[in-house]
């Protein structure tokens, strides 16, 4: 008798790219086996009646400092409360601060917690500009001693290069960053927006499996810099493994830069959100919200479940824990309610975009234990 049964649902799996309705059962804490419809049986059972059973959602760039960031919302809030299993803090705590985050954010929390250690030993705890003070907000042998502690929470690095972030420091904190991070075997995770640097140069410094976020902004410069053409610089650094992320926030991304990136062949690799307390009622509201604006593009459903679910799980070198329905993999799970539109989803710059499909969240399973959406999404 297993412990815990899913049942009734649409197993869609993002790895293969196939959706077909059967039965889920989990055994200590991970997905034990997969069946025909009505062919298992469990102590406790979720159903899942009319529902995608996906492995469980990944929002790659979150927020969830709340307190000690002006940003920061509650990861639950982020997470399971929004049908969300894992979400990745991206750079709100530097080292100075990681002991409070682990204590305070990362155990506490009933959603999984990874981060992205902010390459600035503050972090935004003493604001947006963490980088402007040059090697003085630099503290590369605390970096180095997290990295080496934490390899099951800390998934890389995370660094800022916009103008308003870097004051004169101009590209040597990412050689910094690349530096620390390569002598671990972890990827770094970059924030692109206004420039000066340009994203140009930025992209020269990357390498297989760094991920650029904010990849889709409607901001001057960007994907196609000022041409009808994406930048060479954009073509050489897919070609290398580097991996584009949605980073939806505020202000960071467009429906017509994305538009434009789709009809030119980059597609977005990952989802994440950039979700913040500034942006959770508008315009990102949640990952599955963003999702369900790549489904308006016109990318197929088992694509834009991979951005949040398989594809996410490699970046954070978990590919065989999270992020898929295979047995033997941790049972994190995502209850997702396809529903039909049309909708109207608004980007970062206030387009509206019409959708004919929208995903909702239905409830969460992490690590074989089952979780209510708090934040039950109706209408986008």
Not at 50 to 68: A, E, F, K, N, Q
Not at 144 to 162: F, N, Q, Y
């Amino acid at each position: 008798m297993y412990e815990l049964l899913v049942s009734g649902g649409l197993l869609a799996d993002p790895e293969r790219g196939t959706i077909q309705r059967g039965d889920l059962a989990v055994h200590h804490g991970r997905i034990a086996r997969l069946g025909a419809p009505g062919s298992l049986e469990a102590q406790e059972t979720v159903d899942a009646a009319g529902l995608l059973v996906s492995p469980g959602l990944i929002d790659l760039h979150t927020h969830v400092y709340p307190g000690r960031t002006a940003l920061g919302v509650p990861a639950d809030s982020a997470g399971v409360e929004r049908g969300v299993t894992t979400v990745v803090d991206a750079g709100s705590c530097g080292s100075d601060d990681w002991p409070h985050f682990r204590d305070h954010v990362v155990a506490p929390a009933r959603t999984r917690v990874r981060a992205w250690l902010n390459v600035s030993r503050h972090g935004l705890v003493k604001g947006h500009a963490e980088l402007s003070g040059g090697r003085r907000d630099l503290d590369l042998e605390a970096g180095d001693a997290l990295l080496r502690a934490e390899p099951e929470t800390v998934c890389g690095l995370k660094i800022r290069m916009s103008r308003s972030v870097l004051g004169d420091s101009g590209l040597a904190p990412l050689r910094a960053a690349k530096e620390l991070a390569g002598a671990h075997g972890l990827p770094v995770m970059v924030h692109v927006g206004n420039e000066p640097p340009s994203l140009g140069e930025v992209l020269e410094l990357l390498g297989d499996g760094d991920v650029v976020t904010h990849a889709f902004h409607g901001k001057p410069g960007g994907l196609f810099g000022t041409g009808p053409e994406p930048l060479p610089q954009v073509w050489a650094a897919l070609e290398r493994g580097v991996r584009l992320d949605v980073g939806h926030g505020s202000s960071s991304f467009a429906f017509r830069t994305a538009r434009r990136a789709l009809a030119a062949g980059i597609r977005p690799w990952t989802a994440g959100t950039d979700l913040h307390n500034r942006n959770t009622h508008g315009p990102v509201h949640s990952l599955t919200e963003t999702l369900s604006k790549l489904l308006a593009l016109g990318m197929p459903l088992t694509e834009v479940l991979a951005c949040a679910t398989s594809r996410a799980a490699r970046v954070l070198g978990a590919g065989g824990d999270l992020g898929t329905l295979r047995p033997g993999a941790l049972a994190d799970l995502s209850l997702l309610e396809l529903r039909d539109g049309p909708l109207a989803l608004t980007d970062a710059d206030g387009e509206q975009y019409e959708g004919d499909r929208v995903l909702l969240p239905r409830g969460s399973v992490v690590a074989g234990r089952p979780h209510p959406v708090s934040h039950r999404e109706e209408t986008v």
